[in-house]
Protein backbone atom coordinates (compact mmCIF):
# COMPACT_ATOMS: atom_id res chain seq x y z
CA UNK A 1 0.00 0.00 0.00
CA UNK A 2 2.98 2.14 0.01
CA UNK A 3 3.22 4.55 -2.83
CA UNK A 4 3.78 8.43 -4.02
CA UNK A 5 2.54 10.06 -6.89
CA UNK A 6 3.02 13.57 -8.05
CA UNK A 7 1.62 15.91 -10.59
CA UNK A 8 1.23 19.35 -11.86
CA UNK A 9 -1.58 21.34 -13.08
CA UNK A 10 -0.34 25.16 -15.27
CA UNK A 11 -3.21 27.47 -14.31
CA UNK A 12 -3.37 30.96 -15.69
CA UNK A 13 -2.19 32.88 -11.97
CA UNK A 14 0.49 29.94 -11.51
CA UNK A 15 1.57 26.30 -11.06
CA UNK A 16 -0.33 23.75 -8.78
CA UNK A 17 1.92 21.03 -7.87
CA UNK A 18 -0.49 17.67 -5.95
CA UNK A 19 1.37 15.21 -4.57
CA UNK A 20 -0.05 11.99 -3.02
CA UNK A 21 1.31 9.61 -0.35
CA UNK A 22 0.23 6.13 0.89
CA UNK A 23 1.19 4.16 3.90
CA UNK A 24 0.12 1.09 5.66
CA UNK A 25 -3.07 0.74 7.10
CA UNK A 26 -5.77 -1.54 7.73
CA UNK A 27 -8.49 0.93 6.10
CA UNK A 28 -8.64 4.09 4.20
CA UNK A 29 -7.47 7.05 6.16
CA UNK A 30 -7.58 10.47 3.62
CA UNK A 31 -6.25 13.68 5.16
CA UNK A 32 -6.23 16.62 2.61
CA UNK A 33 -3.58 18.60 3.83
CA UNK A 34 -4.24 22.06 1.89
CA UNK A 35 -6.59 24.85 2.25
CA UNK A 36 -6.19 25.58 -1.22
CA UNK A 37 -8.71 22.91 -2.52
CA UNK A 38 -12.59 24.38 -2.85
CA UNK A 39 -14.90 22.89 -0.34
CA UNK A 40 -17.57 21.71 -2.17
CA UNK A 41 -14.83 19.54 -4.02
CA UNK A 42 -13.48 17.73 -1.00
CA UNK A 43 -15.83 14.83 -0.88
CA UNK A 44 -15.65 14.46 -4.45
CA UNK A 45 -11.72 14.14 -4.39
CA UNK A 46 -11.97 11.65 -0.85
CA UNK A 47 -14.38 9.80 -2.82
CA UNK A 48 -12.22 9.09 -5.37
CA UNK A 49 -9.11 8.69 -3.46
CA UNK A 50 -10.94 5.87 -2.23
CA UNK A 51 -12.23 4.30 -4.73
CA UNK A 52 -8.92 3.93 -6.38
CA UNK A 53 -6.23 3.61 -3.24
CA UNK A 54 -8.91 1.52 -1.48
CA UNK A 55 -6.53 1.14 1.49
CA UNK A 56 -3.72 3.11 3.75
CA UNK A 57 -2.86 6.28 5.01
CA UNK A 58 -3.19 8.85 2.16
CA UNK A 59 -2.66 12.49 2.42
CA UNK A 60 -2.91 14.57 -0.35
CA UNK A 61 -0.91 17.91 -0.38
CA UNK A 62 -1.76 21.23 -2.50
CA UNK A 63 1.86 23.77 -3.24
CA UNK A 64 0.88 26.49 -4.94
CA UNK A 65 3.61 28.72 -6.91
CA UNK A 66 1.67 32.34 -8.31
CA UNK A 67 2.97 34.18 -11.16
CA UNK A 68 5.29 37.08 -10.88
CA UNK A 69 2.39 39.63 -11.75
CA UNK A 70 -0.01 36.88 -9.94
CA UNK A 71 2.01 37.54 -6.62
CA UNK A 72 2.83 41.67 -6.96
CA UNK A 73 1.19 43.83 -4.17
CA UNK A 74 -0.70 46.44 -4.50
CA UNK A 75 -0.88 49.95 -2.30
CA UNK A 76 -3.87 50.56 0.09
CA UNK A 77 -2.98 54.52 -1.08
CA UNK A 78 -6.21 55.06 1.58
CA UNK A 79 -4.36 53.89 4.02
CA UNK A 80 -0.79 55.02 3.40
CA UNK A 81 -2.40 58.85 2.93
CA UNK A 82 -3.42 58.11 6.40
CA UNK A 83 -0.34 57.13 7.97
CA UNK A 84 1.48 59.88 6.38
CA UNK A 85 -0.65 62.25 8.18
CA UNK A 86 -0.63 60.80 11.38
CA UNK A 87 3.18 60.72 10.78
CA UNK A 88 3.37 64.88 10.03
CA UNK A 89 1.12 64.89 13.00
CA UNK A 90 3.94 62.87 15.18
CA UNK A 91 7.08 65.16 13.76
CA UNK A 92 5.55 68.53 14.12
CA UNK A 93 4.91 67.60 18.43
CA UNK A 94 8.40 66.49 18.37
CA UNK A 95 10.75 69.13 20.22
CA UNK A 96 13.51 71.08 17.15
CA UNK A 97 11.45 70.23 14.27
CA UNK A 98 11.52 73.33 12.44
CA UNK A 99 10.52 72.11 8.52
CA UNK A 100 8.45 69.03 9.35
CA UNK A 101 7.74 68.16 5.92
CA UNK A 102 11.40 67.97 5.32
CA UNK A 103 12.83 65.18 3.96
CA UNK A 104 9.54 63.30 4.41
CA UNK A 105 9.29 61.21 1.27
CA UNK A 106 12.59 59.51 1.60
CA UNK A 107 12.83 58.91 5.32
CA UNK A 108 9.27 57.82 5.74
CA UNK A 109 8.56 55.60 2.38
CA UNK A 110 10.48 52.47 3.40
CA UNK A 111 8.68 53.06 6.70
CA UNK A 112 5.36 53.62 5.43
CA UNK A 113 5.17 50.62 3.31
CA UNK A 114 5.97 48.19 6.38
CA UNK A 115 2.89 49.39 8.14
CA UNK A 116 -0.27 47.00 8.13
CA UNK A 117 -2.90 47.22 5.55
CA UNK A 118 -0.56 49.46 3.31
CA UNK A 119 0.68 47.31 0.84
CA UNK A 120 -1.37 43.66 0.46
CA UNK A 121 -1.25 40.67 -1.55
CA UNK A 122 -3.45 40.05 -3.96
CA UNK A 123 -5.65 37.71 -3.20
CA UNK A 124 -7.38 35.72 -5.76
CA UNK A 125 -9.08 32.32 -5.83
CA UNK A 126 -6.24 29.73 -6.70
CA UNK A 127 -8.95 27.19 -7.54
CA UNK A 128 -11.52 28.38 -9.56
CA UNK A 129 -14.71 26.79 -11.53
CA UNK A 130 -12.80 27.49 -14.73
CA UNK A 131 -9.58 26.28 -13.43
CA UNK A 132 -10.74 22.84 -11.63
CA UNK A 133 -10.74 20.52 -14.73
CA UNK A 134 -7.03 20.80 -14.92
CA UNK A 135 -6.63 20.54 -11.09
CA UNK A 136 -8.80 16.88 -11.65
CA UNK A 137 -6.61 16.08 -14.20
CA UNK A 138 -3.46 16.98 -11.95
CA UNK A 139 -4.96 14.87 -9.06
CA UNK A 140 -5.87 11.82 -11.66
CA UNK A 141 -2.13 11.61 -12.89
CA UNK A 142 -0.94 11.73 -9.44
CA UNK A 143 -3.11 8.84 -8.78
CA UNK A 144 -2.42 6.72 -11.38
CA UNK A 145 1.64 7.59 -11.02
CA UNK A 146 0.75 6.05 -6.73
CA UNK A 147 -1.05 3.17 -8.64
CA UNK A 148 1.93 2.46 -11.14
CA UNK A 149 4.30 2.93 -7.45
CA UNK A 150 2.13 0.00 -5.66
CA UNK A 151 2.24 -2.00 -8.99
CA UNK A 152 6.15 -2.00 -9.01
CA UNK A 153 6.05 -2.69 -5.27
CA UNK A 154 3.27 -5.46 -5.51
CA UNK A 155 5.40 -7.27 -7.84
CA UNK A 156 8.64 -7.70 -5.81
CA UNK A 157 6.47 -8.16 -2.70
CA UNK A 158 4.90 -11.13 -4.81
CA UNK A 159 8.31 -12.33 -5.59
CA UNK A 160 9.43 -12.25 -1.89
CA UNK A 161 6.48 -13.92 -0.32
CA UNK A 162 6.00 -16.58 -2.38
CA UNK A 163 9.46 -17.39 -1.97
CA UNK A 164 9.45 -17.38 1.37
CA UNK A 165 6.29 -19.72 1.39
CA UNK A 166 8.01 -22.34 -0.10
CA UNK A 167 11.03 -21.76 1.81
CA UNK A 168 8.66 -22.72 4.87
CA UNK A 169 7.60 -26.15 2.59
CA UNK A 170 11.38 -27.37 1.97
CA UNK A 171 12.09 -26.60 5.18
CA UNK A 172 9.10 -28.91 6.75
CA UNK A 173 10.94 -31.55 4.35
CA UNK A 174 13.85 -31.67 6.64
CA UNK A 175 11.35 -31.85 9.13
CA UNK A 176 9.95 -35.03 7.25
CA UNK A 177 13.67 -36.39 6.75
CA UNK A 178 14.42 -36.40 10.84
CA UNK A 179 11.19 -37.42 11.86
CA UNK A 180 11.98 -41.50 12.24
CA UNK A 181 15.25 -40.82 13.92
CA UNK A 182 13.33 -38.46 16.45
CA UNK A 183 10.65 -41.37 17.06
CA UNK A 184 13.64 -44.04 17.81
CA UNK A 185 15.44 -41.35 19.80
CA UNK A 186 12.16 -40.97 22.20
CA UNK A 187 11.90 -44.66 22.42
CA UNK A 188 15.93 -45.32 23.09
CA UNK A 189 15.44 -42.23 26.44
CA UNK A 190 12.88 -44.26 27.46
CA UNK A 191 14.12 -47.54 27.95
CA UNK A 192 17.20 -46.06 29.73
CA UNK A 193 15.34 -44.22 32.09
CA UNK A 194 13.71 -47.57 32.88
CA UNK A 195 17.28 -49.07 32.72
CA UNK A 196 18.83 -46.22 35.03
CA UNK A 197 15.66 -46.83 37.65
CA UNK A 198 15.51 -50.63 38.27
CA UNK A 199 12.47 -50.95 37.01
CA UNK A 200 11.42 -54.18 35.10
CA UNK A 201 8.09 -53.08 32.92
CA UNK A 202 5.67 -55.29 31.58
CA UNK A 203 6.40 -55.61 27.93
CA UNK A 204 2.80 -55.70 26.62
CA UNK A 205 2.03 -52.46 28.57
CA UNK A 206 4.70 -51.09 28.16
CA UNK A 207 4.56 -51.06 24.27
CA UNK A 208 0.89 -49.47 24.87
CA UNK A 209 2.02 -47.02 27.32
CA UNK A 210 5.01 -46.50 24.61
CA UNK A 211 2.37 -46.01 21.55
CA UNK A 212 0.17 -43.76 23.33
CA UNK A 213 3.20 -41.51 24.47
CA UNK A 214 4.48 -41.46 20.72
CA UNK A 215 1.07 -40.78 19.24
CA UNK A 216 0.93 -37.24 21.47
CA UNK A 217 4.24 -36.51 19.63
CA UNK A 218 2.65 -37.00 15.97
CA UNK A 219 3.25 -34.06 13.81
CA UNK A 220 1.71 -35.61 10.62
CA UNK A 221 -1.55 -33.54 11.30
CA UNK A 222 0.61 -30.55 11.72
CA UNK A 223 2.46 -31.33 8.41
CA UNK A 224 -1.12 -32.01 6.29
CA UNK A 225 -2.11 -28.41 7.66
CA UNK A 226 0.57 -26.46 7.12
CA UNK A 227 0.68 -28.01 3.49
CA UNK A 228 -2.44 -26.66 3.18
CA UNK A 229 -2.29 -23.10 4.56
CA UNK A 230 0.99 -22.95 2.02
CA UNK A 231 -0.87 -24.22 -0.95
CA UNK A 232 -3.96 -21.87 -0.02
CA UNK A 233 -1.93 -18.75 0.46
CA UNK A 234 -0.22 -19.15 -3.09
CA UNK A 235 -3.92 -19.85 -4.62
CA UNK A 236 -5.14 -16.88 -2.44
CA UNK A 237 -2.14 -14.72 -3.72
CA UNK A 238 -2.47 -15.42 -7.02
CA UNK A 239 -6.41 -15.13 -7.25
CA UNK A 240 -8.25 -12.59 -5.24
CA UNK A 241 -7.94 -9.10 -6.34
CA UNK A 242 -7.20 -7.55 -2.77
CA UNK A 243 -6.25 -10.55 -0.64
CA UNK A 244 -4.11 -9.16 1.77
CA UNK A 245 -6.54 -9.38 4.78
CA UNK A 246 -7.54 -12.79 3.90
CA UNK A 247 -3.73 -13.61 3.76
CA UNK A 248 -3.21 -12.70 7.32
CA UNK A 249 -5.73 -14.93 8.78
CA UNK A 250 -3.82 -18.10 6.52
CA UNK A 251 -0.52 -16.45 8.67
CA UNK A 252 -2.43 -16.87 11.68
CA UNK A 253 -3.12 -21.06 10.74
CA UNK A 254 0.35 -21.25 9.15
CA UNK A 255 1.98 -20.00 12.60
CA UNK A 256 0.02 -22.39 14.81
CA UNK A 257 0.92 -25.14 12.93
CA UNK A 258 4.61 -24.36 13.08
CA UNK A 259 3.94 -23.72 16.41
CA UNK A 260 2.90 -27.04 17.80
CA UNK A 261 5.80 -29.19 15.44
CA UNK A 262 8.24 -26.98 17.62
CA UNK A 263 6.06 -27.83 20.82
CA UNK A 264 6.29 -31.73 20.11
CA UNK A 265 10.11 -32.02 18.08
CA UNK A 266 12.38 -33.39 20.83
CA UNK A 267 14.60 -32.84 18.09
CA UNK A 268 17.52 -30.54 17.82
CA UNK A 269 17.59 -30.75 14.26
CA UNK A 270 13.91 -30.08 14.25
CA UNK A 271 14.13 -27.24 16.49
CA UNK A 272 16.35 -25.79 14.20
CA UNK A 273 13.90 -25.99 11.26
CA UNK A 274 11.07 -24.43 13.19
CA UNK A 275 12.89 -22.01 14.35
CA UNK A 276 13.93 -21.19 10.48
CA UNK A 277 10.36 -21.74 9.59
CA UNK A 278 9.40 -19.19 12.12
CA UNK A 279 11.43 -16.74 11.18
CA UNK A 280 10.51 -16.72 7.33
CA UNK A 281 6.79 -16.86 8.55
CA UNK A 282 7.28 -13.59 10.46
CA UNK A 283 9.10 -12.05 7.11
CA UNK A 284 5.92 -13.00 5.24
CA UNK A 285 3.52 -11.30 8.10
CA UNK A 286 5.61 -7.63 7.44
CA UNK A 287 5.26 -7.99 4.34
CA UNK A 288 1.54 -8.94 4.06
CA UNK A 289 0.74 -5.63 5.49
CA UNK A 290 1.78 -3.93 2.49
CA UNK A 291 -0.60 -5.98 0.18
CA UNK A 292 -3.71 -4.77 -0.08
Same mark, same amino acid.
Given at each position: ????????????????????????????????????????????????????????????????????????????????? +????????????????????????????? +???????? +??????????????????? +???????????????????????????????????????????????????????????????????????????????????????????????????????????????????????????????????????????????????????????
Amino acid at each position: MTGYGKAEALLAAGKLTVEIRSLNAKNAEISLKTSLLPKDREMEVRRMLSERLRRGTIDLFLNWEPNAGASARALNLDAAR +AYYSQLLELRRSLPGCTDPEEGTPDTLLA +ALLRLPDV +ADAKKAEVIGEAEWPLVAK +AIDEAVAMLEHFRETEGAALYRDVTARVQSILDLYEEVDKYDPERIETVKARILKNLENLGVKADKERFEQELVYYIEKLDINEERVRLRQHCRYFLETIDTEPEPGKKLGFIIQEMGREINTTGSKANHALIQKAVVRMKDELEKIREQSLNIL
